[in-house]
């Protein structure tokens, strides 16, 4: 059984940080491309970062330098570091993990970013 466990999520002051976390079980983690999306209420969800299995990283231009992607496949885990947010960043974050016609979803964090 395939699972993706994110956590980390909260509610913070616009200028502040968080940490998420999402750890894998059931695939085999390091050749998997791995991904941070975001869907805020009322809208589509969004890609926000990509790790490719070799550590390419890629991301959405409206968090370039204040988000970065990373994983540690000794530990299934990948990450997202969230500095200097903005209440536009305020979104439910999902973690996917992706290899050919394999596709997975986790349940997803809030994140809140308001004064």
């Known amino acids: 059984q395939v699972q993706l466990v994110e956590s980390g999520g909260g509610l913070v002051q616009p200028g502040g940080s968080l940490r998420l976390s999402c750890t894998a079980s059931?695939?085999?983690?390091?050749?998997?491309?791995m991904g941070w999306f975001r869907q805020a209420p009322g809208k589509e969800r969004e890609l926000v970062a990509i790790?490719?299995?070799?550590?390419?990283?890629n991301y959405v231009d409206s968090v370039k330098g204040r988000f970065t992607i990373s994983r540690d496949n000794a530990k299934n885990t990948v990450y997202l570091q969230m500095n200097s947010l903005k209440p536009e960043d305020t979104a439910v974050y999902y973690c996917?993990?992706?290899?050919?016609?394999?596709?997975?979803w986790g349940q997803g964090t809030q994140v809140t970013v308001s004064s």
């Open positions: 059931g695939i085999i983690f390091s050749i998997y491309r």
């Open positions: 790790i490719s299995s070799g550590g390419v990283t």
């Open positions: 996917n993990g992706q290899f050919a016609r394999y596709d997975y």
